[in-house]
């Protein structure tokens, strides 16, 4: 196990409140199955699957096999003009699990790279159609699309933008989907709001469908607070963007991978996008790698378009795209997934885990509980003049007490890992029960 530093400042921590953290600092230094281990020795229950990525649980011994073994056996091959068997084979067990025709894959390092990566695609692909004037991106607010330029000027979140200037050009957002007034307590798909997919009719008309390349969602948004989709909405986005010729994009950063008791978002709601971003639970997070999964039609469109001459087709790719430590790691996940069949553990827990939430209602400061899969958002009331701090004393609060939760403003969300078990989940359910009590 490895030693506490004893110097915190050189490292400069992504997302984080650096100077009270320095100051207060939690370290983990070893992670089994369902916990994380402390540097001060204590158990943690990982309520959150590390950010949203470890779905199998922690240090799964098939997959730090493989990964030793890759290291071992070939630790690196650049992917530009060449190839190793691992890339082709991970890239066919992805597009297996990716619906209907979403079969050609290409590997990034991460979710905002993966995001980019698809928007790039989206405006190469009306570009080689001979229809390059489609250069507009939608998103929608409160989205959460990664760090990278595309993704946060499609993104919804003001404090991930505002620092950085104007962004891309030629971007607009769709409302959100959150509605406490109408919505609270929701159990599984809120019965409100598929109406509001109508709204990109009014996007359109303003810009006009032939400068609008693509619309960028999370069928589930996460990082803002887990918003399930309500019912019919999806559907409705997708017949827009169909009848008016634009691509839809699903973000499946966070849903992907059992999350939602399927492979992917798109399967479980029955809906499919022509293009799906992917990384987290690829690879269980075991070693950093995402993906893209584009449709035949949008891939053969830049792949083999006519009159081409033969030549680099996209101009993009990563140093570490398909890098030989990640897709061993990949194909260890996604074997895993299947040998524990972990997406139909998460659906049959579905109901356990619901219940057990909404079990919270009426306990201090709880103005709403949501779920969906394995995901369950529990918004608090905020405190008067101080937003997401009531939220943030739970989360310290908890991870002293054994509990390892994530809070987004006063939004507290969760996303075990998908082997928890009914016991856990009730473990879980109890401290941070414990917790909203005692909170201020
Ligand atoms: C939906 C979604 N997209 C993109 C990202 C960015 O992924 P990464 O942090 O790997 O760049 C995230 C991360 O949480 C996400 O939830």
Known sequence: MAAAPNDLANWWMPFTD?????????????AQDMHYTSADGRRILDGTAGLWCVNAGHGREPIVRAIQQQAATLDFAPTFQM???????????????MPEGLDRVF??????????????????????????????????????????????????????RRAFGPG???????????DLARNAFSKGQPAHGADLADRLEAIIAL??????????????????????????????????TSAHGILLIFDEVI????????????????????????????TNA???????????????????APGDAPGIELFHGYTYSAHALA?????????????????????????????????????????????????????????????????????RAMFDAGLLIRVTGDIIALSPPLIITADQIDQLVTQLAAGLRQLA
């Open 286 to 304: 075991a070693v950093p790698m995402g993906a893209v999964a584009a449709a035949r039609h949008v891939h053969d469109a830049i792949v083999n």
């Open 168 to 178: 891309l050009p030629g971007t607009d957002h769709l409302p959100h989907t959150h």
């Open 107 to 160: 590997f990034t390092n991460s979710g905002s790279e993966s995001v980019d990566t698809a928007l790039k695609i989206a405006l190469a692909y009306w570009r080689a159609k001979g229809q390059g004037q489609r250069t507009r991106l939608i998103g929608r607010e409160r989205g959460y699309h990664g760090v990278g330029f595309g993704g946060i000027s499609v993104g919804g979140i003001v404090t991930n």
């Open 83 to 97: 190839g190793h068997p691992l890339a082709f084979q991970l890239a066919a067990r992805v597009a297996g699990l």
């Open 207 to 240: 810009h006009g469908a032939d400068t609008i390349a693509a619309v960028i969602v999370e069928p589930l948004a996460g990082s803002t607070g887990v918003l399930v989709p309500p019912l019919g909405y999806l559907e409705r986005l997708r017949a827009i």
């Open 327 to 395: 897709c061993a790691a990949g194909i260890a996940a996604i074997d895993l997934y299947a040998s524990d069949a972990l997406f139909e553990r998460a659906r049959a827990l579905e109901g356990h885990w619901e219940a057990a939430l909404h079990a919270l209602k009426g306990l201090p400061h709880v103005i709403d509980i949501r779920n969906f899969g394995l995901v369950a958002g529990i918004e608090l009331a905020p405190r008067a003049g101080a937003p997401g701090a009531r939220a943030m004393d739970l989360f």
């Open 18 to 30: 650096n100077r009270y953290f320095k100051a207060n600092p939690r370290l983990l230094v070893a």
């Open 255 to 282: 849903s992907g991978f059992g999350r939602l008791g399927a492979a992917t978002a798109a399967e479980r709601f029955g809906v499919t996008p022509d293009i799906i971003c992917l990384a987290k639970g690829l």
